[in-house]
């Protein structure tokens, strides 16, 4: 891990970067997870009737989709009601009714490791 070095003024390189970058934290995330496997995701959960909202697997976000650097090897959303949605690392969702829907994100790491959220 990279930190600033202050006897080191105008250094210009990885040292000059303050806290954790993305990849580093999903490392520290992968390396040491939960006892309880939550899967993760960022997006706007709370939309009008026929609003488009789009949710991002958090792996994904931060640089360790499935496509790029092999962490991720299997992602899969699901609507209670319609069942699967998408076996990417996001999904775009709109919804004609109004109302309560069930969604759930599922992914598995390249160890086997199963991580899921069931959104109420």
């Known amino acids: ?25 999903i490392s520290l995330h992968f390396m040491y997870p939960e006892n309880q496997r939550v899967a993760e995701f960022i997006g706007r959960t709370l939309i009008a009737t026929g609003e ?18 092999q ?3 299997n992602y899969v959303w699901l609507d209670q009601a319609a069942g699967v949605l998408s076996t990417a690392p996001y999904v775009a969702l709109s919804y004609l009714t109004p109302g309560k829907h069930n969604l759930t994100l599922i992914y598995v790491d390249y160890l086997g490791r199963a991580f899921a959220l069931v959104l109420p």
Do not use: D
């Open 1 to 25: 891990m990279n930190y600033t070095i202050p006897g080191c003024p105008g250094y210009v390189g990885n040292y000059s970067q303050n806290g954790l970058g993305e990849l580093k934290k």
């Open 52 to 69: 488009m909202t789009v949710l991002r697997g958090l792996w994904e976000v931060r640089g360790a989709a499935f496509t790029v650097h």
């Open 71 to 73: 962490m991720i090897t």
